[in-house]
């Protein structure tokens, strides 16, 4: 049985100044938190941006959540903070797009059956039946919706239709269409892809093709949140794998799938466990 304890994590962002750490703190401290964890990075030699993550234990605090963003209101105007605060006892929901590839949906159900991913999962959806196989093992229901080039927006609008408020956040786990900007804006800074290649070299389709005709000695995948403009959104997590000039496109593809899972799962447990902010086309992953 887990011991962990539950907490509350604020992620803030907003112009560097004096006495941020401080302010924060002591306000967690006035209301008898106690600190766990805290991490803060400033961009001082580019714009004078300060970024911070602070988790804290809840079974302490005496702000219940419908009075902390009242109480916390005052610091947040003085020092012109975006902010939000995450309860831990709240775990997200996560939808899964997929298309017929499964090694990616494979790696993020198991890690999520042994408590490795803690999340929800109310549905997986799929342009292809081919999966729901899989779905069905981990008992988590399977939707297919099929998505015709001619009719790509109204199929969309079907699909964010029945999403509606379900989930937290998307994951598209080689899902191999392209999203419509309506779509993608429904959920900002909250699709995260995962593409196979180490972005940004060999954007769009066939990176591993291309990767074999430069005779690239590393191949890598890119896990990153989804905007309207194709494979450039915020990179969350990145790796890389070796190769040489004996390895043909299939052992590239097949060296390519290890690190795609990986990539994907460590984004995935950023994500769920609060560790990134979105700043500019970048992000700051604590």
Same mark, same amino acid.
């Not at 797009?97 to 109310?122: A, F, N, Q």
């Not at 015709?148 to 969309?156: F, G, L, P, V």
């Not at 060999?202 to 005779?215: K, L």
């Not at 000695?217 to 969350?236: C, F, M, N, Q, R």
């Given at each position: 049985?887990?011991?962990?304890?539950?907490? %509350?994590?604020?992620?803030?962002?907003?112009?560097?100044?004096?006495?941020?750490?401080?302010?924060?703190?002591?306000?967690? &401290?006035?209301?008898?938190?106690?600190?766990?964890?805290?991490?803060?990075?400033?961009?001082?030699?580019?714009?004078?941006?300060?970024?911070?993550?602070?988790?804290?234990?809840?079974?302490?605090?005496?702000?219940?959540?419908?009075?902390?963003?009242?109480?916390?209101?005052? %610091? #947040?105007?003085? =020092?012109?903070?975006?902010?939000?605060?995450?309860?831990?006892?709240?775990?997200?929901?996560?939808?899964?797009?997929?298309?017929?590839?499964?090694?990616?949906?494979?790696?993020? @159900?198991?890690?999520?059956?042994?408590?490795?991913?803690?999340?929800? /999962?109310?549905?997986?959806?799929?342009?292809?039946?081919?999966?729901?196989?899989?779905?069905?093992?981990?008992?988590?229901?399977?939707?297919? &919706?099929?998505?015709?080039?001619?009719?790509?927006?109204?199929?969309?609008?079907?699909?964010?239709?029945?999403?509606?408020?379900?989930?937290? =956040?998307?994951?598209? +786990?080689?899902?191999?269409?392209?999203?419509?900007?309506?779509?993608?804006? +429904? &959920?900002?800074?909250?699709?995260?892809?995962?593409?196979?290649?180490?972005?940004?070299?060999?954007?769009? #389709?066939?990176?591993?093709?291309?990767?074999?005709?430069?005779?690239?000695?590393? %191949?890598?995948?890119?896990?990153?949140?989804?905007?309207?403009?194709?494979?450039?959104?915020? /990179?969350? +997590?990145?790796?890389?794998?070796?190769?040489?000039?004996?390895?043909?496109?299939?052992? @590239?593809?097949?060296?390519?799938?290890?690190?795609?899972?990986?990539?994907?799962?460590?984004?995935?447990?950023?994500?769920?466990?609060?560790?990134?902010?979105?700043?500019?086309?970048?992000?700051?992953?604590?």
């Amino acid at each position: 049985m887990s011991t962990q304890k539950d907490t %509350i994590t604020l992620l803030i962002s907003c112009p560097d100044k004096p006495g941020i750490v401080s302010a924060v703190s002591g306000f967690i &401290f006035e209301h008898h938190g106690n600190i766990l964890e805290s991490d803060q990075y400033s961009t001082n030699q580019h714009d004078g941006s300060f970024f911070m993550r602070i988790s804290f234990a809840e079974n302490t605090f005496d702000l219940d959540e419908k009075d902390l963003p009242a109480a916390f209101q005052s %610091i #947040a105007t003085r =020092f012109q903070m975006r902010w939000n605060a995450n309860y831990s006892r709240r775990r997200k929901r996560v939808g899964i797009l997929v298309s017929k590839y499964d090694h990616c949906l494979v790696d993020l @159900l198991w890690r999520w059956k042994i408590g490795e991913l803690t999340m929800d /999962i109310p549905f997986i959806i799929s342009n292809h039946p081919n999966l729901e196989g899989l779905a069905s093992m981990y008992g988590v229901p399977y939707y297919h &919706f099929p998505v015709k080039r001619e009719t790509r927006q109204e199929d969309e609008r079907h699909m964010l239709e029945f999403i509606g408020d379900r989930i937290d =956040f998307l994951v598209l +786990a080689r899902y191999m269409q392209i999203l419509e900007p309506f779509f993608v804006d +429904a &959920f900002p800074q909250r699709i995260i892809n995962i593409h196979h290649s180490f972005l940004p070299a060999f954007v769009g #389709a066939s990176p591993y093709d291309q990767a074999f005709r430069r005779g690239v000695k590393l %191949i890598g995948a890119t896990a990153h949140y989804v905007t309207s403009s194709l494979d450039e959104g915020p /990179i969350i +997590a990145q790796d890389v794998i070796h190769c040489d000039h004996r390895d043909a496109v299939d052992d @590239l593809i097949r060296k390519g799938r290890d690190v795609e899972r990986r990539v994907l799962a460590e984004a995935v447990r950023l994500h769920t466990s609060d560790r990134v902010l979105v700043y500019e086309n970048k992000t700051i992953v604590f």
